[in-house]
């Protein structure tokens, strides 16, 4: 009988490493927990740039909040969404005074405004013109206007007689257009940026009224966050300077629910056009879900806005703001 070659002993293998597995429930934390670290530290945007950029998206994370509370519900993790209401709630609070407070209508026809951010990179000229002319504002002030398109607006000289221009090669060329008389018109530098503003006085029959138009630099970066600051805090100043009531107008780079343009309307003591006409957003006009407000018509109370809108695509990142105001 042959003897059996004894069987060499099994290696012990140690255990793999059991890997971490992927849940709903754990997404839906760490979603929540994202969202809840986004809207704290948007309140911080004082503090540091990067932290401001987190204060302009209120009605995203309001949003987001209500798709997590929905899903909370169903899986009956009913704690976890009644948390999620709260911060839905403290988001929306910033947002929803801009439903309050609407004004009367006209008694007689308003006067019109009309802010259109070109893009300096824009080439859709028939789409402007088409929106200008079916507008019909007033008065129109035009930013990121180029040599090009400076050129390419003539035809806008037989219905705007009244004009201030200062064009550049980049984004922050100017023009006011107006129907009616300009007067102590002037291009003027605000802030450390020594990009232009536009101030001037309007004349109408029945009233007069000072028009500030300005273009802040993005905050993209510190650099261009403290000049982009720097301006909106002169801003108040270079208002209570002007002997009419005020109506300022620009694309601001900013959001209402910025530190920095809440602190402008404190110490201008000028108002929100968009208060009582609810949330209207101008950017990003390609990404519809990461829209927001950057383009501003701020009034003195003197002005009472009657109505509020924004127009449509004319091919910018932006979108036009028309408002329809009259002069107490």
């Keep these: ?155 806008l000289k037989k219905s705007y007689k009244h004009r201030i221009s200062e064009p550049r090669e980049d984004s922050f060329g100017i023009m006011l257009l107006s129907k009616h008389s300009l007067k102590r018109e002037k291009v003027v530098k605000i802030g450390p940026a020594e990009v232009p503003s536009i101030i001037a006085e309007v004349h109408l029959p029945e009233t007069t009224f000072s028009i500030i138009g300005t273009h802040p630099v993005p905050p993209i970066g510190k650099e261009y966050s403290t000049m982009r600051n720097k301006q909106l805090m002169e801003l108040p100043a270079v208002a209570g300077k002007q002997k009419y009531p005020v109506l300022l107008l620009g694309d601001l780079n900013t959001t209402p629910f910025s530190y920095w343009f809440r602190r402008l309307i404190e110490e201008s003591e000028l108002k929100n056009s968009m208060k009582g006409f609810g949330f209207q957003p101008s950017w990003q006009n390609k990404t519809r879900f990461l829209n927001i407000p950057l383009d501003h018509v701020l009034h003195s109370p003197e002005i009472t806005i009657h109505n509020r809108m924004v127009g449509g695509d004319v091919g910018s990142d932006h979108l036009p703001v028309i408002v329809d105001f009259s002069v107490r």
């Design 1 to 155: 009988m042959k003897n059996k070659e004894p069987k060499p002993p099994k290696e012990n293998k140690p255990e793999e490493a059991k890997k971490p597995k992927v849940t709903i429930g754990g997404l839906l934390d760490v979603s929540a927990t994202a969202l809840a670290t986004a809207t704290v530290l948007g309140l911080l945007g004082r503090i540091h740039w990067t932290l401001d950029l987190l204060s302009h998206f209120k009605v995203q994370y309001m949003q987001l909040c209500l798709v997590l509370i929905g899903i909370e519900l169903w899986r009956h993790r009913n704690k976890r969404a009644i948390a999620l209401v709260l911060l839905a709630a403290i988001n929306y609070a910033f947002v929803l005074p801009l439903y309050f407070g609407k004004p009367a209508p006209a008694t007689k026809k308003p006067i019109r405004a009309m802010l259109m951010n070109l893009n300096s990179g824009n080439g859709n000229t028939r789409s402007v013109l088409n929106m200008i002319n079916e507008a019909d504002p007033d008065i129109l002030l035009l930013e990121e206007v180029t040599p090009k398109w400076e050129k390419d607006l003539k035809p």
